[in-house]
């Protein structure tokens, strides 16, 4: 498995940070490429939460089923994902300076059949890398107004 990692430190309160992002319904709108979040069940984010997942990655479409395997409020939150790319998401956060350092790590896996449509492994970790930078500077650009 690959790993990308990536940090950034919002000015807004732990709990308001913790709830926006660990929330599947809002995904889309910070994450880039991530199509869409369906199927929610329950709507309340905590462990155990399921749902459909569609992302883009290189002009191709990948889709799996997603579970919130740890659910720690305002301290952590994990997704692990399976389907045309298997992977775990882990967001931490920690209080710092009066706003929150969000921390995110995935480790991931594209299946092989979708990865025979992309081709090119170096460009994925690279990618991989820029969407994980850019997916907390979006969290923090939405999130600080």
């Known amino acids: 498995m690959a790993k990308v990692s990536a940090s950034v430190v919002i000015n807004k309160p ?5 709830k926006y992002t660990a929330s599947p319904v809002n995904g889309p709108a910070f994450i880039p ?17 399921t749902f459909d997942w569609r992302f883009n990655m290189a002009g191709v479409d990948l889709k799996g089923k997603a579970e919130v395997t740890e659910y720690e409020a305002s301290h952590k939150v994990t997704i692990k994902t399976t389907g045309d790319s298997n992977t775990t998401w882990i967001y931490t956060f920690q209080e710092e300076s009066g706003g929150t350092q969000v921390s995110a790590e995935v480790d991931y896996e594209i ?4 990865l025979q449509k992309i081709a090119n492994r170096v460009l994925i970790d690279k990618l991989n890398q820029r969407t994980a930078e850019q997916m907390l500077e979006n969290l923090k650009t939405i999130l600080e107004g």
């Open 33 to 49: 490429n991530l199509n869409e979040n369906t199927n929610i069940q329950p709507e309340q984010p905590g462990l155990g939460q």
């Open 111 to 114: 299946v092989e059949s979708a």
């Open 14 to 18: 732990i709990q308001e940070v913790f």
